[in-house]
């Protein structure tokens, strides 16, 4: 239980004393404050017949404060004082951080302290986070992964390095880098495994370099590891506008050297897809998309689909595909999960598969790794380009969350800390 700093003027003493205000050799000798536990503070305390001389205030705050830290905040720092003792205190080190505090309801921005690095691990000033549709499901309760409240969203960003652990051998203080995590990405800080890390050269903008691990990343797995995409083969994106559906199209089309149709909710969504460099797009918000499809491969249908949709726009696609087409499953942005009729896999000898892509970083951590080296790669090389949508400030992060889930966005939703 952690209790108030000036508990230790309490002192003990029997009632008859304390009725008739004496104080008895025996009693004085007996005046001893309590053990206490002091938080990390600022500057220079003296603890003097259990008094505690400067930042008094500030301790008594600070004690209260520590009593109500758990979970996001880590273990708390309590070191034993006594009387005549002088402690140095060092001062709490903090950044500011996005915070769920209570799922479905809006995210706060606070300070929260920084935490001690493991030898292994690599501290990195964040300078842009990358928003995903996982972040906002995770802040309703929706996400496959439900971390306890309060937790700092956010799953990919980019930054500068400013101190590595000791055993850190890939990434020194100084290096540019992007990263992944299962959350705390969107804050000025973020702790994180030395592997989970990638460098960058400088001179790389911060806004493109955090839109590259999760959608770049995705796509790369879905198209060349999961669908095994040749060049000449026709692939069928849904939302491409979006973030994940730029990033298949502009893969698909730019290093794989595929036909792309790309399929959107809008004319303007349909026209970025073109530019990215599909060949053809369809409005699914104004015709059917299985009889556009039909159209504009002579009947043949295509050879590859990536949904990151669902529901309805799900089963169109399944019916566009040719003989031995393959269908990948990356998401439900929909909101409707689909079934998938076993007859339609039997009679085209259909392949439905589905995609993770965060599992591949418990299960086959080098097919992981390997799809956010190659995107790098890729960009380093020119041959793809992220689309950065918009970029909002950190304080700003429930606009962006609503800029996604009103369907207002374009390629990459970016948070900047800066």
């Given amino acids: 239980m952690c209790r108030n700093l000036f508990e230790a003027d309490r002192y003990s003493s029997s009632p008859d004393q304390a009725e008739t205000g004496k104080r008895s050799a025996d009693a004085e000798a007996r005046r001893r404050p309590r053990r206490l536990g002091l938080p990390s503070l600022g500057g220079l305390a003296i603890a003097s017949g259990g008094m505690l001389l400067r930042w008094g205030l500030a301790a008594r705050r600070a004690s209260r404060l520590a009593c109500r830290r758990k979970n996001i905040f880590g273990p708390k720092s309590w070191n034993p004082i006594s009387p005549g003792s002088i402690v140095f205190l060092q001062p709490q080190r903090t950044f500011r951080a996005v915070l769920c505090t209570e799922l479905k309801k809006p995210l706060v921005v606070r300070d929260v302290p920084s935490a001690l690095l493991q030898s292994h691990e690599v501290r990195v000033h964040v300078c842009s986070c990358g928003v995903n549709f996982a972040d906002i499901l995770a802040c309703q309760g929706l996400y496959q992964h439900h971390p306890p409240l309060p937790f700092i969203p956010g799953m990919e960003y980019s930054g500068d390095v400013v101190e590595t652990g000791k055993a850190v051998t890939n990434i020194k203080e100084g290096d540019c880098v992007i990263g992944v995590t299962n959350g705390k990405a969107l804050a000025e800080e973020c702790i994180a495994d030395s592997k989970l890390l990638w460098k960058i050269p400088q001179g790389v ?11 770049y990343g995705t ?34 089309a730019n290093v794989l050297k595929a036909k792309v149709i790309a399929a959107a909710g809008s004319d303007s969504k349909c026209r970025l897809a073109i530019q990215k460099g599909a060949v053809e797009s369809v409005n699914y918000s104004e015709a059917s ?13 295509v050879d590859v689909v990536i949904d990151t949709v669902g529901g309805d726009i799900f089963k169109q696609a399944l019916h566009s595909l040719a003989f031995e087409g ?17 007859n339609i896999l039997l009679l085209k000898n259909i392949s439905a ?8 970083r418990d299960e086959k951590f080098p097919v992981f790794s390997s799809t956010i080296s190659s995107a790098l790669s890729y960009y380093q090389e020119g041959q793809i380009q992220p689309q950065i949508g918009k970029v909002f400030k950190l304080e700003e992060v429930n606009e962006a969350f609503a800029h996604v889930t009103q369907r207002k966005s374009t390629g990459k939703i970016v948070i900047s800390t800066n």
Avoid: C, M
């Fill in 219 to 252: 796509a790369i797995l879905a198209l060349k590891h999961r669908a095994q995409t040749q060049p000449g083969e026709t692939v069928l994106v849904t939302a491409a506008a979006g973030a994940t559906g730029l990033a298949v199209v502009d893969v698909a």
């Fill in 326 to 342: 393959r269908i990948v499953v990356v998401g439900f942005a929909g909101g409707t999960i689909p079934s998938i009729p076993a």
């Fill in 205 to 215: 903008p911060y806004e493109e370099a955090a839109a590259l691990p999760v959608s």
């Fill in 353 to 360: 598969l589905g995609i993770f892509w965060g599992r591949y």
């Fill in 289 to 301: 998309l299985k009889e556009e499809v039909k159209k504009l491969t002579a009947n043949k249908g």
